[in-house]
């Protein structure tokens, strides 16, 4: 199971971005997709999780101005970014809770975005 993230880019303070996270490969479900950051010197931390049934959760940072989803179709999970702050530049990585069998779910990880927001 591959996930590529993509969507990354240089903003300003204040702008839009959209991440997209997409799992290919053998794969029998997705049970969560989720979205870390890590600036430089920080640690990874949770960003945005949805599970299978929708529901989702935010880190405090975020909430109000970023929001996930995703396509169960395409094994997508998105993340939508506004009113972007400078501290919100980072790495950011896609991660996901796939099952691979109807018994057996595994976390993957996948490359990093980078998040550049400019004031």
């Known amino acids: 199971v591959q996930l590529q993230a993509s969507g990354g880019g240089l903003v300003q303070a204040g702008g839009s971005l959209r991440l997209s996270c997409a799992a290919s490969?053998?794969?029998?479900?997705?049970?969560?997709m989720s979205w870390y950051r890590q600036a430089p010197g920080m640690q990874r931390e949770l960003v945005a999780k949805?599970?299978?049934?929708?529901?989702?959760g935010y880190a405090d940072s975020v909430n109000g101005r970023f929001t996930i989803s995703r396509d169960n179709v395409k094994n997508t999970a998105y993340l939508q970014m506004n009113s972007l702050k400078p501290e919100d530049a980072a790495v950011y990585y896609c991660?996901?809770?796939?099952?691979?069998?109807?018994?057996?779910?595994?976390?993957?990880w996948g490359q990093g975005t980078q998040v550049t927001v400019s004031s």
């Open positions: 949805i599970t299978s049934d929708g529901s989702t």
């Open positions: 991660n996901a809770g796939v099952l691979v069998s109807r018994n057996y779910e595994y976390n993957f």
């Open positions: 490969g053998s794969i029998f479900s997705i049970n969560y």
